[in-house]
C-alpha cells in the first residue's frame, strides 16, 4: 500500500512526524512524505524537519501564501498531478489547515480513501478559517481518527456514521513524549537568560487577533500590565509581524522592557521554553494541549475551544481578547499559581500505532473484499 502522508503548515509537522516512523515499521506499506509548501520559511518548517528527525518530502508542491481561495486551489491542482502520476492507495491529511482540506477533497474525487488525523474538533465558529477546513475535510473523508470522545460526539451529531470514527489518542502528544528528552537539554533558557518558572510565554498569530488593530492593540494593552511583573517571552509568527509592523506597533513592542521578542522557534527550543515557563499565553489549538500534558496553566487568547478537554481536565482556561479579562487572569496565577490538571484519555504517546494498525486492517480487508489484492498480485 502506497500511502502519500500531507504536511503544510508547522502544526502539520509535528503530527505528521510520528505517522511516518511507525508506517515505516511495516513492510507491507510505502510512506510517500508531501510537503505543499504553504510554510515555507526555514523557520516556519525546515527547522522541524531537522528537529523532528523527518525524512526530506518526497514531493514539495511550492505552493506559499496567498489568499485563502488562491492557495486552496493551488493546493489542489498541484496535488491532483501527483495523485494522477503517483497512483497512491491511500492519503492522511492532519488537522485544520488549507492544505489539509485542499488535500483530502482533491484525493476522495479521485476515489482514493482518505482518513483525517485530529478529526471532529469544533469551535462552533465558523469565522475561523479551520472550522470550515475541519468541517469540509470530516465530511469528505473516510477514516476520521479523534483526539478526544467530544470529537466523536460532535462527528455523529453530523450524521457522520459510527463506523467511520476510531477514537485513538492523540498524535501530536506522541510526539511530544518522544522529544520530551530531547528537548530538556536545548539551552535555550540560558541563552535567553531565564529562570524556571520566572517568565511567561505568549503566542499570537490566529487573524481574530492579529488581523484587527484594535484587537492587537487590546492585547498589547494587556501585555504592557502583565510584563511589569513577569518577563514575557514572544515568538513572532510571521502574520503578526507583518501586522505589527503594518499598524505602526513596532515602536511600542520594542519598548516594553520585559517583552523579549524572538523569531519563530524551531520545535525542541519552543518545548523546553513552553515547560520551564510560569505560563503560557497563546491563541494556538496545540500549544493548548501541549501545555495541558506538561502540566503548565495556559491562557488561551479566544472566546471559544475546539479542544474542551484541555479546560474540562487540563490546565487551559479561555479568557479572550479583552485587556481586563487578561489581566485578571494572569494575576491570578501570577498570585495563586494555575490549574493543575489531568491528561486526558488516550494522550499515551501510542495514537500513531493505533491510526497504522487500524489502516492496515481496515484497508486489506476492503482490498480483499473488492478482490484487489488478486488483482494486485
Ligand atoms: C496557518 C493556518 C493556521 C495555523 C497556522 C500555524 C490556515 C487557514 N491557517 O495560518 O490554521 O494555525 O498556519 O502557523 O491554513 N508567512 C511567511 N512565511 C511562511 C508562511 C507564511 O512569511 O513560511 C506569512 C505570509 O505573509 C502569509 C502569512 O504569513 O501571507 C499567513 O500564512 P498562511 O499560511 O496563510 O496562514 P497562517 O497565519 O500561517
Redesign the pocket.
Known amino acids: 500500500m502506497k500511502i502519500i502522508n500531507v504536511t503544510g503548515?508547522?502544526?502539520n509537522m509535528m503530527k505528521v512526524a510520528p505517522l511516518i516512523k511507525e508506517i515505516k515499521i511495516h513492510k507491507e506499506l510505502t510512506p510517500l512524505l508531501l510537503h505543499t509548501g504553504?510554510?515555507?520559511?526555514e523557520k516556519?518548517?525546515k527547522v522541524f524537519f531537522n528537529d523532528l528527525s523527518m525524512p526530506e518530502p518526497d514531493i514539495y508542491l511550492g505552493v506559499g501564501?496567498g489568499s485563502?481561495a488562491v492557495?486552496t486551489a493551488k493546493v489542489m491542482v498541484e496535488f491532483e498531478k501527483v495523485l494522477l502520476s503517483e497512483n497512491p492507495d491511500f492519503v492522511v491529511v492532519v488537522g485544520?489547515?488549507?492544505?489539509t482540506m485542499a488535500c483530502a477533497i482533491t484525493a476522495v474525487k479521485l476515489h482514493i480513501p482518505v482518513a483525517h488525523v485530529e478529526a471532529g474538533l469544533r469551535s462552533f465558529d465558523r469565522t475561523m478559517?479551520?472550522e470550515i477546513?475541519r468541517i469540509v475535510t470530516d465530511s469528505v473523508s473516510d477514516y476520521l481518527f479523534t483526539t478526544s470522545e467530544d470529537a466523536n460526539e460532535n462527528l455523529k451529531k453530523e450524521g457522520i456514521p459510527a463506523e467511520k470514527i476510531f477514537f485513538v489518542g492523540n498524535v501530536m502528544i506522541d510526539t511530544l513524549l518522544n522529544h520530551k528528552e530531547k528537548a530538556d537539554r536545548s539551552d535555550i533558557t540560558q541563552r535567553l537568560g531565564l529562570k524556571k518558572g520566572e517568565y511567561a510565554v505568549l503566542t499570537l498569530?490566529r487573524p481574530s487577533n492579529v488581523d484587527g488593530k484594535e484587537s492587537l492593540e487590546r492585547i498589547l494593552d494587556a501585555l504592557l500590565y502583565i510584563q511589569k511583573r513577569i518577563k514575557i517571552v514572544f515568538p513572532v509568527?510571521?502574520?503578526t509581524l507583518?501586522m505589527i509592523k503594518e499598524y505602526g506597533f513596532s515602536d511600542i513592542t520594542k519598548e516594553i522592557k520585559n517583552l523579549i521578542i524572538l523569531e519563530p522557534l524551531g520545535y525542541l527550543d519552543f518545548l523546553k521554553l513552553m515547560n520551564d515557563a510560569m505560563f503560557v499565553l497563546t491563541d494556538?489549538?496545540g500549544i493548548q494541549e501541549e501545555t495541558t500534558i506538561l502540566q503548565i496553566p495556559c491562557l488561551t487568547l479566544r472566546e471559544n475551544t475546539e479542544r474542551p478537554v484541555t479546560v474540562m481536565e487540563g490546565t487551559n482556561t479561555i479568557v479572550g481578547n479583552d485587556k481586563e479579562r487578561i489581566i485578571k487572569e494572569a494575576e491570578n496565577i501570577l498570585n495563586n499559581g494555575g490549574k493543575a490538571g489531568r491528561v486526558p484519555k488516550l494522550w499515551d504517546g501510542r495514537a500513531a500505532e493505533r491510526i497504522v494498525e487500524i489502516i492496515i486492517k481496515r484497508e486489506i480487508r476492503r482490498k480483499g473484499e473488492n478482490g484487489e489484492m488478486e488483482k494486485d498480485s
Open positions: 503548515a508547522r502544526p504553504q510554510h515555507y520559511d516556519m518548517s501564501s485563502h492557495q485544520d489547515v488549507n492544505s478559517p479551520e477546513n498569530h509568527h510571521p502574520r507583518k494556538s489549538g
